[in-house]
C-alpha cells in the first residue's frame, strides 16, 4: 500500500506530471471545495435560524403549559406535588392568562396581561427580555400594582416607565347591569425581545392583580412548567396526560408555536434536494476527474502492468487517487465554511430585520454532526465515483498501449 500512495502522489502531484493532469486535479478540488460549502452553510443557516427560534420560543414561553377547557381552575396543591415529583420539572408556577384593554389618555390597546409571580417571571420568563426602560417591579404589595409593558405596546399607548395605565375588562355585552370593570397599573419597566408582534401584545403584572379582577385568590388559568431541557417537553406531556384529571390539557412550546416549525420542516424539503444536486454534482466531478487522469496516464499504467502489477494494484491506486483528491476538497472545504461561520456571527456581514427574522445577522451554526455527515456522504459518493475508472484502468493491456513504443 506505501508504494501504491506513493504512485498516487506521483501521478497527482509531481512537478514532472503531464501539466494536464494539475489543471483537472485543481478544477476537481475547487469543485468539491464549493460543494462541501454550500452543503455546509446552507445546513448551518436552516440550524442556525432552528436554534435560534427555540432559543428565543423557550425564553419568552414556558416549555409546558397545563390549560383546561374550563374558563379557570382551582388552584390545587395536591396536583402540584404530585407534578413536581417529575424529576424533568425544574419550576412550576400558576398563572392568569386576561384579555384586557390598556388606556392612556386618548390612546387604546388590547394586550394579554399575563399574571404570575414576580420571582416566577423572573426565573422563567425574564430571561428573553430586554430592558428597554425600568425594570420587573410587580408591587405585589400595595394596592396599585406594577406592570411590565413591551415596547410595542408602550409605544402605541405613548407610556413611560412612572405613567399611570388604565385596564379595561369586558365580560358579554356592557351594559348597566354588566359595566365595564377598570383597574390602574404603574408603569414599572418596559422590554423588548425583538419580536415586534409578541413586544405589542404581552404585559406582565403580578398574580395578586388578577385576584382583584377575579374576585378570588385560588382561581387561574394553569400552570407553566419549567423542564431540566426543552426537548423533553413531548415526552413530559404524554407524563402529565396519563396522571392527570381528565380536563388538564398540557400544551408544549412546539404546540403552540407549531406555524413556526412547519415553516421550518417546509424548507428542509428544497435544502435537501439541494443537497443531493450538489453531491451528484461533486460525484460527477470526480468520475470526469479520474477518468481524465487514466486516459493521460494510460501508457504509465501499461509500463506498470507490462513490470507486474497485479490489476487489483491499479484498481487500489485509482480509489487512492479519487480519496486523496476527495480529502483535499472536503477538508478546505470546511475549514472555509468554519471561517464563514466565525466571520458571519461576529462581524455580521449580512444583516437581517429583527422585527421579521427575530435576529439582526444571518444565523450560522454549522455544527460536528453536520460536518461529520457530509464528510461521510463524501467520502461514500467518492469511494462509489472511483469504482467506474479504475475498473477501466485495471482493463488496460499493455501489449496494444505500447505496441508503437
Not at 17 to 26: A, G, K, T
Not at 36 to 59: C, H, P, Q, W, Y
Not at 298 to 310: F, I, N, P
Request: aromatic share 10%; proline share 4%.
Amino acid at each position: 500500500m506505501k508504494f501504491l500512495f506513493y504512485l498516487s502522489e506521483r501521478t497527482l502531484f509531481h512537478k514532472r506530471s503531464d501539466q494536464f493532469v494539475p489543471f483537472i486535479r485543481i478544477l476537481a478540488i475547487i469543485g468539491l471545495i464549493i460543494g462541501t460549502i454550500a452543503m455546509s452553510v446552507t445546513l448551518g443557516i436552516l440550524r442556525g435560524f432552528e436554534n435560534n427560534l427555540v432559543d428565543k420560543i423557550t425564553g419568552f414561553e414556558a416549555h409546558i403549559r397545563i390549560e383546561s377547557f374550563k374558563d379557570r381552575i382551582d388552584l390545587d396543591p395536591d396536583y402540584v406535588s404530585m407534578l413536581l415529583k417529575n424529576p424533568d420539572i425544574t419550576t412550576l408556577a400558576p398563572y392568569v392568562d386576561l384579555e384586557t384593554l390598556l388606556r392612556k389618555d386618548d390612546n387604546t390597546e388590547g394586550v394579554i396581561l399575563e399574571c404570575l409571580h414576580e420571582a416566577d417571571f423572573l426565573n422563567m420568563l425574564y430571561a428573553s427580555k430586554q430592558n428597554a426602560a425600568g425594570r420587573v417591579d410587580f408591587r405585589e404589595n400595595e394596592a396599585v400594582k406594577g406592570v411590565y409593558l413591551g415596547i410595542g405596546a408602550a409605544e402605541y399607548l405613548n407610556a413611560a416607565v412612572g405613567d399611570t395605565v388604565t385596564a379595561l375588562f369586558i365580560r358579554g355585552v356592557p351594559s348597566p347591569f354588566n359595566p365595564i370593570t377598570r383597574f390602574e397599573l404603574i408603569v414599572t419597566g418596559i422590554f423588548t425581545t425583538g419580536m415586534k408582534e409578541f413586544d405589542a401584545s404581552y404585559a406582565y403584572a403580578p398574580l395578586s392583580f388578577a385576584a382583584g379582577v377575579q374576585g378570588s385568590e385560588d382561581q387561574i388559568s394553569g400552570y407553566q412548567l419549567l423542564l431540566t431541557d426543552p426537548l423533553l417537553a413531548d415526552e413530559v406531556s404524554d407524563w402529565i396526560n396519563a396522571n392527570s384529571a381528565y380536563h388538564y390539557l398540557p400544551v408544549t412550546w412546539k404546540e403552540r408555536n407549531l406555524l413556526l416549525f412547519k415553516w421550518l420542516q417546509t424548507q428542509k424539503a428544497p435544502i435537501i434536494i439541494t443537497f443531493g444536486i450538489i453531491a451528484l454534482v461533486a460525484m460527477v466531478n470526480i468520475i470526469s476527474t479520474l477518468v481524465m487522469i487514466v486516459l493521460v496516464k494510460e501508457r504509465d499504467t501499461a509500463v506498470l502492468k507490462s513490470m507486474g502489477m497485479k490489476p487489483s494494484d491499479i484498481r487500489k491506486k485509482a480509489v487512492i487517487d479519487g480519496l486523496t483528491i476527495s480529502t483535499m476538497g472536503l477538508g478546505l472545504g470546511i475549514l472555509l465554511s468554519k471561517f464563514l461561520e466565525w466571520g458571519q456571527m461576529k462581524f455580521a456581514w449580512i444583516k437581517l430585520s429583527a422585527d421579521v427574522y427575530f435576529v439582526d445577522r444571518l444565523p450560522i451554526e454549522i455544527s460536528w454532526q453536520v460536518i461529520l455527515i457530509i464528510v461521510l456522504v463524501g467520502f461514500a459518493l467518492s469511494l462509489i465515483a472511483t469504482l467506474a475508472p479504475a475498473r477501466n484502468a485495471s482493463r488496460i493491456r499493455p501489449v496494444e498501449v505500447l505496441r508503437y513504443e
